[in-house]
Nanobody, 120 residues
Framework: QVQLVESGGGSVQAGGSLRLSCTAS????????MAWFRQAPGKEREEVAG????????YYSDSVKDRFTISRDNAKNTLYLQMNNLKLEDAAMYYC?????????????WGQGTQVTVSS
């Protein structure tokens, strides 16, 4: 059974940076689309960044473009999200997820999440 475990969340001042990691165990992520989602209280869960199995294609929501960078190290079975210039509205629970196939954004596994708090 695949497990996804996020880490790297915490509290940061607006304008600061965090680097989130998601490490998979029990299964390789090499052939699967991977993504980061977030959900803030009272809001729907949204995909903020995604990456194809080979890292060749990336997706970013408009709200995080030019500030967040998604990457993956398939050899380490790990997904990353570099978050720069954090804003108050970025505060949320962040989840990583695994897709069905290389370019398929239907997700089969989810992590438990890591909390990101941004203060002024």
């Amino acid at each position: 059974q695949v497990q996804l475990v996020e880490s790297g969340g915490g509290s940061v001042q607006a304008g600061g940076s965090l680097r989130l990691s998601c490490t998979a165990s029990g299964y390789t992520i090499r052939t699967y689309y991977m993504a980061w989602f977030r959900q803030a209280p009272g809001k729907e869960r949204e995909e903020v960044a995604g990456i194809s199995c080979d890292g060749g294609n990336t997706y970013y929501s408009d709200s995080v473009k030019d500030r967040f960078t998604i990457s993956r190290d398939n050899a380490k079975n790990t997904l990353y999200l570099q978050m720069n210039n954090l804003k108050l509205e970025d505060a949320a629970m962040y989840y990583c997820a695994m897709g069905l196939y290389c370019y398929t954004r239907t997700f089969t596994y989810w992590g438990q999440g890591t909390q990101v708090t941004v203060s002024s």
